[in-house]
């Protein structure tokens, strides 16, 4: 039996304990807990009594009951550093790493159970543990290099081996310049020093020699390890081989640029596919099919401006006399002579065709009678002022030209056309090189 001075000390060394003290009886309702079960815990001082002892294990042990009701129907002494993975639950809901010891106590003949439980929150982890890590470091697809703060390699992994090529005893206590490729110059090491000696972690691709001399692109992550005064003292490099994937994502590259150029080359020639069907390849004007596509477009534009369109119709004369006299060729020369000079003294919204052999017509929007007849003869004069060269020989041609304004009350270019193809016509009645106003 306790003194009650003897009962004070225990009471006040179970308090003072920096361990979490317990007590539940067998069916695992807690009788006691120490202020440092509820620091830990996270309950309010007082408060864990009559809680169930499973309240505060994480309900992923779900096994936790049964064990309890085992060890109540046989309790034994079990100590702590047995290398288990043991949780608590913080009435918070997050989970605590703890080491749990057990042992059996009988009071006033009742059985009950006596928990210790520690933090172990910052602390090493247990054999078992280190020796699962040390595994999965050595396992790793990654290739794992260990140098000490001088760069010198004190541990690989079998991937870093065959990232390498090198042997792990060939690599060990050898500089990791052993690895360097001459494919980065002397400042990029430096900003990868400066940086994880200043305790900070790099990230990049480096481009390293194999020992049979080929190069590796290494996709890395070096991390510096640091001891309790913050003293840096290893390196940790994680690498992965990613030759093959830059050597894919090039590929790739180069092949949507050589599409991109082809897509750029495609779009071209539809564009002179487009042109080429629009235009009249020996003069360079557009063709009668242009012509017809567009010219109810330019009526509808002038009815709703309100401006005048004129039509104009040219013909070359006697050109069957040119092809005979001088030949096709000749002929041709003189029908390009004719396409520039009507391609160079029009404007932008003017539309000059060739509508056949020796036949053109230009529509002049927002062009009065007056000016459109002013233009058809300085078409005229031009030509009849300059002579073709064609193979050394001049070839002489004049035209004769139909002026007519497209009537604003609904006339059609069919029958504004006609008027002008008349007034061509008496042109060439009238004796030729000539233009003709159309009669209203």
């Not at 918070?92 to 080491?99: L, T």
């Not at 391609?343 to 053109?360: I, K, P």
Request: net charge negative; aromatic share 4%; with cysteine.
């Amino acid at each position: 039996m306790l003194s009650t001075r003897d009962a004070e000390l225990a009471h006040a060394f179970v308090e003072a304990s920096s361990d979490a003290l317990i007590v539940a009886d067998d069916r695992g309702r807690i009788l006691f807990a120490n202020a440092s079960a509820e620091a830990l815990l996270g309950h309010e001082p007082g408060s864990l009594r009559s809680h169930e002892v499973d309240e505060l294990v994480p309900a992923r042990f779900h096994q936790h009951r049964q064990q309890r009701e085992e060890f109540a129907a046989d309790p034994h002494p079990r100590p702590m550093g047995r290398g288990l993975e043991l949780f608590a639950r913080h009435a918070a809901g997050h989970e605590i790493p703890v080491d749990i010891a057990l042992t059996p106590i009988v009071v006033g003949g009742r059985r009950l159970i006596g928990c210790a439980l520690r933090d172990l929150r910052g602390r090493s982890q247990g054999p078992d543990a280190l020796r699962i890590q040390a595994t999965a470091l050595r396992s790793a697809a990654n290739g794992i290099v260990i140098t000490d703060k001088q760069g010198y390699i004190t541990w690989v992994n079998p991937a870093a081996c065959t990232i390498t090529g090198y042997r792990a005893f060939e690599l060990i206590g050898q500089h990791t310049r052993i690895l360097k490729s001459g494919h980065h110059d002397p400042a990029f090491y430096k900003a990868i020093w400066e940086t994880i000696t200043r305790g900070e972690t790099w990230s990049g691709t480096i481009v390293n020699r194999r020992k049979d001399g080929t190069l590796c692109d290494e996709q890395q992550t070096i991390a510096p390890v640091s001891d309790d005064q913050g003293w840096v003292t290893h390196f940790i490099a994680i690498k992965q081989d990613v030759t093959e994937q830059r050597r894919t994502q090039s590929a790739l590259a180069a092949a949507h640029a050589e599409l991109a150029a082809r897509l750029v080359e495609i779009e071209s020639l539809n564009s002179m596919l487009r042109e080429q069907a629009v235009r009249d390849p020996l003069t360079g004007l557009h063709n009668r099919r242009f012509l017809h596509e567009s010219i109810e477009r330019e009526i509808a534009r002038a009815a709703r401006s309100g401006q005048p369109m004129a039509v104009v119709a040219l013909d070359l004369d006697h050109f069957k006399a040119v092809n005979d006299v001088h030949g096709h060729a000749a002929g041709d020369a003189v029908l390009r002579h004719v396409g520039l000079l009507l391609r160079s003294h029009v404007r932008a919204s003017d539309l000059a065709c060739r509508t056949g052999g020796e036949e053109f017509a230009v529509v002049l929007p927002g062009s009065p009678l007056p000016i459109a007849l002013d233009r058809a003869e300085a078409w005229r004069t031009a030509l009849a002022a300059a002579p073709v060269e064609t193979a050394g020989t001049a070839v002489a041609c004049t035209m004769s030209v139909g002026v007519a304004l497209l009537h604003a009350e609904g006339e059609t270019f069919e029958q504004c056309w006609a008027r002008a193809d008349g007034a061509l016509y008496r042109a060439k009645q009238q004796g030729r090189n000539r233009v003709v106003c159309a009669e209203d």
